[in-house]
């Protein structure tokens, strides 16, 4: 049963020192996914709640993993949602999730038996069908260091408690967030494309707000490069395009003095927010928009 937001009550606020505890932020992605935006959950709510009416569509360009664009479907907070990712191998997840196949993945992640020798089975074998490619991602995405699906990235070895391969294989609760997420199908369109192209459809509604999670390559960085597949982006122009938005858009940078000066540049306002990494350090991005007023000071 889907969750219906109360967005006309009086405006939510949230404290931007505050660190956010991802364990109570309802878990909602198939995919351990780097860079993943579980912890900007609650800045999401109050954000949109903010906004004092209902987009008619939240366009998430850099979809990734998803937490932010399913959350925004499963509360209600948007008429529609659309979700945009480049990378093959995750869009064949979300295609088959919203395109029928969803239970066909379950009885697969549900029977399979988790061994060294399947693994490498699995994932040596060209997938022959987009469902398969499904299944060989969400596998390698959850025996592998931090979720990393790009070249290179090691299996894990010793895992959460001495589990090795399994710490981090859940079979049922991945059962349990596929059934929510097809539900959410009627709310969400999945585009495998260019984010770029995706934008540029939309970008004259004024009812339309975007959400910009790009891969973090700006200012010489380089983790964007090592997590992920797709990493190269044109981040002059993803500031010059949100420039032309009509309505409201909500970005999230790793903090570089290119990215400070692009969004001066713009003259947008932009703040760093505290994080928590999966090693439990805490870190800071930068949250950005043409008003952070929403912001508790």
Known sequence: ???QASLFVDEPTINPNQIINVAQVTQLSPFRYPGGKTWLIPYIKTWLSNLRYKPE?????????GIV???????????????????????AVWHTIFAGDVEWLIERIINFKLTAENIQAVLLEPAKSNKEKAFQTILRNRISHGGILAPGAG????????????SRWYPQTLKKRLHIISKLSKIITF????????????IDNPHAVFFFDPPYTAGGKSAGR?????????HPK????ASKIPGKFLMTYEISDEVRGLAKDHHFEFKPIPMQNRRNAVMKELLISRSL?????
């Open 57 to 65: 569509y939240f366009i998430e360009p850099f979809a990734g993993g």
């Open 238 to 241: 993803l500031f010059e395009l």
């Open 69 to 91: 664009s399913l959350t925004v479907a499963y509360e209600g907070l948007a008429d529609k949602v659309i979700m945009s990712e480049i990378d093959e191998d995750v869009a």
């Open 1 to 3: 049963m889907l969750k």
């Open 293 to 297: 007023e929403w912001l508790v000071p």
């Open 226 to 234: 090592r997590l992920y597949t797709h990493s190269v982006i044109d």
């Open 191 to 202: 585009v495998q494309g260019d984010g770029f192209d995706v934008c540029n459809q939309y």
């Open 155 to 166: 299996i894990v070895k010793h895992g959460e408690n001495g589990k090795g391969l399994a």
